[in-house]
């Protein structure tokens, strides 16, 4: 940015300079003072137009910056919600969770904050970065609450006959913690792109592992495409 700042500089100064010679030449040595009154009006004039791109350019510069930085910092304090968010639920690893209303409410508040949070960042690199970090959250949430499904009964939810005990397991928590460890449809699943034929043609599985193979083999259709690709490929070793 500071060259391009001086190169506008040097630019108009050049401007300035090659315009004046101009207006110099043309007039003559009979008009020379006001040839030089001339010169200096446009010299000015050039001065003025290259530093307000100057001052443009820094503003947009700063709004910028200022900008990235504000997107890190919603960056990085989502991540941290996240984090928090599943060490209180486990507390300390503990399996299955406990049935404490304030616990479930605790982490259903974070993941909210979280989800708040995440809109608020703006830079393309910095979305990408807080994606992976929520697929990874919601990974961890998922596996821990389906390992769990059996002892998530009606009893764990709601401790006491009364179904509007104050101690029992908030509704809203309970929706919110399920719902997060939801695969988002709206994320586009990375496995979609990738070749599994291509890739087993190719020698992805190693040959000692025969349950793999023996499991795969058991899709006729799908087994003969890769046995078709592999014999158009050839030996994978020589490729």
């Known amino acids: 940015m500071r060259i391009t700042n001086v190169l506008l500089v040097t630019l108009g100064i050049a401007l300035g300079f090659a315009t004046s010679v ?3 030449l043309g007039v003559g040595e009979v008009a020379l003072l006001p040839a030089i009154q001339t010169i200096g009006s446009t010299a000015v004039a ?5 530093a307000f791109c100057v001052y443009l350019s820094n503003i947009r510069r ?3 910056e200022d900008k990235r930085k504000a997107s890190e910092t919603f960056l990085k ?10 060490e209180i ?6 399996d299955p969770p406990a049935n404490d209303r304030l616990l479930w409410l605790s982490t259903a508040r974070m993941i909210v904050r979280f989800q708040k949070m995440r809109k608020r960042i703006s830079e393309a690199d910095h979305i990408a970065v807080v994606d992976e970090n929520e697929e990874y959250a919601r990974g961890r949430f998922s596996s821990l609450l389906r390992q769990n499904q059996d002892n998530f009964s009606r009893e764990y939810f709601c401790s006491s006959s009364d179904l509007y ?8 928590a309970l929706v919110v913690v399920f719902g997060f460890a939801r695969w988002r449809e709206d994320i586009p699943d990375p496995l979609s792109e990738v070749d599994d034929i291509e890739l ?3 020698g992805a599985l190693p040959i000692d592992q025969y349950g793999a193979e023996s499991y ?8 003969r495409k890769v046995q078709e690709r592999k014999a158009q490929i050839g030996d994978p070793s020589t490729t």
């Open 22 to 24: 101009g207006v110099v």
């Open 165 to 172: 005990c104050a101690d029992n397991v908030s509704r809203k």
């Open 62 to 64: 700063h709004r910028q």
């Open 216 to 223: 795969l083999e058991g899709y006729e259709d799908y087994w």
């Open 200 to 202: 087993l043609a190719r």
């Open 46 to 50: 050039f001065s003025a137009i290259v």
């Open 89 to 94: 639920f486990v507390q300390d690893g503990m």
């Open 77 to 86: 304090e989502s991540t941290s919600l996240l984090d928090r968010a599943y």
